[in-house]
């Protein structure tokens, strides 16, 4: 029986057109996000192999003279084409036109990969401050807003049923805490983004290169990532940047969505500003706050984004398709995240609010329910479930008759207690205001977290210090990348017109390494 001979070696054709098109075409798009960085992530594999003695010095300077070409280039400008593979090959191919086998040093020590890792985490370390700056921008508007109407009253709502009375500030602010906790949240995934990979080979290292420290410092990451084979494979942290992304949008999406129905006729609660609505071309009077489908859409796009990549990196460990999406995915939603949180700091800032209304509709209804049956526990010394039906009756009768909440009286109470009990409990004549006047069960809430004044003061106080603090934090985190990455062009354009004079590069302080 003949042995067959597998094929080995790299392929000595070219790519069939239906890989170009599916394949290729895909990597390709996702160059805008990757060119800046590959170009960074060279340099600094230049710098290294240089400072070590691994590379020529006519070698190192004709490569690092022709990246500062690169990193000059604008995405569109450079020669990206599919045809010949990946954003990488056209690179290669370029490099090779320019330097001949002068290029094959950039291989030296690391597989193609490993530039487009370091790339992606380059890029989207600025995303995440980005994100988080915007945030904290949401943030701080509801916050002001919420500031603004401390006293604007309210039918609190669950279920689309009022609820409770409150004000609008005590709603608002329901969204900036989610909204502080996501930026918390992604902060941290910049941390844990912002950990080179540089070094690590394809799953073992190198020989060529054995300090991994060199790379991270100069490209400004706080460390490297422990395991080589994970830092060449890992996706956990591109999860959980689309799920903080995800979470983001959904905490708008709920905003949105409630502001819509408030926007409506029906309510007349609030009016969205013109710069964010928009008019129906068929029905003059149509006018949609049209802002707000895009925040809900884009939660659920989202949502979508988070799925299908969980569903892509389910497969075997050390995957290409992991990344073959996750370089254009997971940029493309931090990019939706950004402009749709833009958006909806737009909105909550020029948002009109029509508090008669809201005051209106409060004293219409029968929010102080639950407050008037807890008047009656304390005042009668009733179990809660005796005064609730009670109390419940009641509303039944004055909502049949024409009653509002706050007129409510004490002989109504008492023909509902004498049915459910089988005797009165006295209230007749009694002055009730105290349990059925809004504002003051508002101000009665002075509990940490209520509505009262003293309590929201204490809130928005708190937040206002905890944004600004985080403000600081992500400006230093911008501040420490822009640094970083000044120093490490610097270096290469010293290098690239003197040679191997220095055997160090800045830092992102400015020190040598």
């Not at 005590?170 to 995934?189: G, V």
């Not at 956990?236 to 969505?257: C, R, T, V, Y």
């Not at 029968?366 to 005042?379: G, K, N, W």
Request: glycine share 8%.
């Amino acid at each position: 029986m003949t042995r067959r001979t597998r094929r080995g070696g790299p392929p000595e054709q070219g790519p069939a057109i239906e890989l170009v098109e599916s394949g290729f075409t895909l990597e390709n798009n996702d160059a805008p996000y990757l060119h800046e960085g590959l170009n960074l992530a060279d340099i600094a594999h230049v710098l290294d192999m240089g400072r070590r003695g691994i590379i020529p010095e006519d070698a190192e300077r004709a490569l690092l003279a022709l990246l500062l070409k690169v990193h000059a280039t604008s995405v569109e400008d450079f020669p990206y084409d599919p045809s010949h593979g990946e954003a990488y090959n056209s690179r290669e191919r370029y490099f090779v036109r320019e330097l001949g086998d002068l290029a094959g040093w950039l291989h030296a020590g690391r597989p193609r990969r490993e530039a487009a890792r370091v790339a992606l985490r380059l890029h989207l370390r600025r995303q995440l401050a980005d994100l988080v700056a915007d945030t904290l921008e949401f943030a701080s508007a509801v916050t002001t807003k919420a500031a603004a109407h401390a006293d604007t009253l309210m039918p609190d709502q669950t279920y689309l049923q009022q609820a409770q009375p409150s004000t609008l500030g005590h709603y608002l602010l329901s969204f900036t805490y989610p909204a502080i906790r996501d930026a918390r949240r992604l902060l941290e995934e910049l941390s844990a983004i912002n950990h080179s990979p540089g070094g690590a080979g394809c799953v073992n290292g190198t020989r060529l290169l054995d300090d991994r420290g060199f790379i991270a410092r100069a490209l400004g990451f706080d460390g490297v990532i422990d395991h080589t084979r994970d830092a060449m494979w890992q996706v956990d942290g591109l999860i959980h940047i689309l799920a903080g992304a995800a979470s983001l949008l959904s905490n708008q999406s709920k905003l949105a969505e409630d502001l819509e129905i408030w926007s409506s006729s029906e309510f007349d609660f609030v009016d969205l500003d013109d710069a964010y609505s928009r008019s129906s071309v068929l029905m003059p009077q149509k006018r949609n706050p049209y802002s707000l489908s895009i925040v809900r859409g884009a939660s659920g796009v989202l949502v979508g984004r988070l799925t299908g990549f969980l569903a892509v990196t389910k497969s075997p460990s050390a995957r290409s398709d992991n990344f073959i999406f996750a370089y254009g995915e997971v940029p493309r939603a931090v990019d939706l995240c950004l402009k749709v949180t833009r958006l909806m700091s737009g909105v909550v800032r020029t948002l009109n609010v029509n508090a008669d209304r809201m005051l209106e509709e409060l004293l219409r209804g029968y929010t102080q329910a639950t407050d008037l049956a807890e008047h009656l526990v304390l005042r009668c010394g009733v179990d809660y479930r005796s005064a609730y039906v009670v109390v419940g009756n009641a509303v039944r009768e004055a909502s049949r008759n024409h009653v509002r909440g706050i007129d409510i009286t004490g002989e109504m109470l008492d023909r509902a207690a004498e049915e459910h009990t089988g005797h009165s409990w006295g209230l007749a004549g009694e002055d009730l205001t105290p349990a059925l006047d809004p504002e003051q069960i508002v101000a009665s809430r002075r509990v940490a977290g209520g509505a009262a004044a003293s309590s929201f003061a204490a809130m928005t106080a708190s937040l206002t210090e905890e944004i600004a603090g985080l403000e600081k934090t992500v400006a230093h985190r911008w501040a420490s990348f822009e640094t970083a990455e000044e120093a490490l062009l610097a270096t290469a354009r010293q290098r690239a017109a003197q040679g191997r004079t220095p055997t160090s590069t800045p830092d992102r302080d400015g020190r040598n390494l």
